[in-house]
């Protein structure tokens, strides 16, 4: 029997949504700061200055416990939340962030407030009265920064343009040679189709997609991020071997910015989409030509999808970055993405 008086909280229950609020802001700020420094950079590791191209003390730690590892392996799951703020607020990255963020000084006084309340509660200290308050207003003006990102990332922008064009025209002239036994729907509205004996019954559809940092007024063709998106529809092939496509494709996963799992049968991949466009249809075809093969493997292995199996560049089936172009579509307001109250 309990005879500790009820009024006796072993974690205050401030503590409790202090630390799930937490948890969710240094999430989606260590995906946002990821996403945006793909889109200008091939390889992280080029970002010297914030350490970016040598292992953390945190992360060689972490590693040294190899009967209890993880699949983290990007520098960046392993940086604090003020060394992800120092990306973000550092002049040379900011033009990168700053749609997202309150005017700088204003963003630099509430990260100083939040950062407060962060250590408060990550090093198990009493809040005070006003840091739930506090940190709530912070995740309200983070989440319309947040939508911000989730709709230039996922939601397609397929306009007309001399790259664009350019790019439609190179998958063409690879298409005569290949075929895949996919039918492709290009960002222009044309279509390759399926030959051979999948003409009329191909393996499965493919979708070429631009994603534009529209809400700016800059010119953003070199920030541009392309996603491929892949939906097994053949009857006799339902769903995809996520872990064969994954294994299969490790020697070009730095090309690649996000795998996103939406469901058993539907597999994104997002990658930048500057640079040569020779160079962008051969990790098009490796991703066509693997994805193809798992169909035909699927079969003859039942494989179960843990997202805690794979490394970063995995987001597992029901992420909100899975939905949220269908969301947006049909929901003007969608839900926030940090959320104030958890079930």
């Not at 005879?3 to 937490?22: D, M, N, Y």
């Not at 973000?88 to 700088?104: M, R, V």
């Not at 930048?272 to 035909?296: F, V």
Request: negative net charge; contains cysteine; glycine residues 2%.
């Amino acid at each position: 029997m309990n005879r500790f008086p009820k009024e006796f909280e072993a974690v205050p229950e401030e503590s409790k949504q202090l630390f799930t609020l937490c948890w969710q802001v240094e999430e989606w700020l260590r995906l946002l700061v990821y996403v945006e420094l793909r889109r200008s950079f091939d390889d992280l590791s080029a970002i010297t200055d914030h350490k970016l191209n040598q292992q953390p003390i945190s992360q060689k730690s972490d590693k040294a416990m190899s009967h209890m590892a993880t699949a983290h392996e990007s520098a960046l799951s392993y940086l604090s939340l003020g060394q992800l703020w120092k990306i973000i607020i550092d002049p040379q990255y900011w033009p990168l962030f700053e749609q997202f963020f309150p005017p700088l000084e204003i963003a630099k006084g509430k990260m100083a407030e939040f950062s407060t309340i962060r250590n408060r509660v990550a090093h198990f200290r009493r809040p005070s009265a006003s840091d739930l308050d506090r940190a709530k207003l912070f995740v309200k003006d983070l989440n319309l920064g947040l939508h911000l990102f989730c709709k230039a990332y996922t939601v397609q922008l397929n306009r007309e343009s001399e790259s664009r064009n350019a790019l439609n025209a190179s998958l063409e002239k690879m298409w005569q040679d290949h075929y895949f036994g996919i039918e492709m729907h290009l960002p222009n509205g044309d279509w390759l189709y399926a030959g051979g004996e999948h003409q009329y019954d191909p393996l499965m559809n493919a979708n070429i997609t631009w994603h534009n940092k529209f809400y700016s007024d800059k010119s953003d063709e070199d920030m541009a991020v392309l996603s491929l998106s892949l939906s097994a529809t053949n009857t006799r092939y339902p769903s995809f071997d996520f872990d064969s496509v994954y294994r299969a494709t490790v020697n070009i996963h730095n090309q690649i910015i996000h795998f996103i799992v939406v469901s058993k049968s539907k597999i994104i991949f997002t990658f930048r989409a500057s640079g040569d466009y020779g160079r962008i249809c051969t990790l098009i075809s490796n991703l066509l030509q693997t994805a193809t093969s798992s169909l035909s493997s699927h079969k003859r292995s039942e494989s179960v999808f843990r997202s805690d199996n794979y490394h970063e560049i995995v987001i597992p089936e029901g992420h909100p970055l899975c939905h949220y172009d269908a969301v947006v579509y049909y929901d003007e307001r969608p839900p926030d993405l940090i959320q104030l109250e958890l079930d």
